[in-house]
């Protein structure tokens, strides 16, 4: 993991890099560049702790883990612009769990 001081990459598996920038309370931009380009997705993150019932946090290394969630789901092109942790709540059994493991 490379760290600078308002973003964070990593890199999943040999094709994709994932950098993630909080742009305001709540809200984070992740940009996932892979060989046939890059994607970018809002996360919005502000109901992260009551969502999960303070097992994530509204901050990068949630959001990071929730983005290699869904990367192992569905590829990149195929995420929304916009997302929020209380969808994929919804849309992925044990998504939560599975999401605190990634993030380690």
């Known amino acids: ?3 600078t001081a308002c973003t964070e ?4 598996g040999m ?8 742009q305001d309370t709540g ?15 809002v996360l919005m993150f502000d109901d992260a702790e009551e969502v999960s019932d303070g097992v994530l946090g509204n ?6 883990a929730t983005v290699d969630f869904l990367l192992s789901h569905q590829p990149s092109g195929d995420l929304p612009d916009r997302i929020d942790l209380v969808d994929i709540a919804a849309a992925y059994d044990g998504a939560i769990e599975s999401i605190r493991k990634l993030r380690g």
Do not use: K, N, Y
């Open 59 to 64: 901050d990068e290394a949630s959001v990071r």
């Open 9 to 12: 990459q990593w890199e999943v």
């Open 27 to 41: 809200e984070f931009l992740a940009s996932i560049r892979s060989t046939t380009g890059t994607d970018e997705i």
């Open 1 to 3: 993991m490379h760290r």
């Open 15 to 22: 094709a994709e890099e994932i950098d993630v920038e909080m």
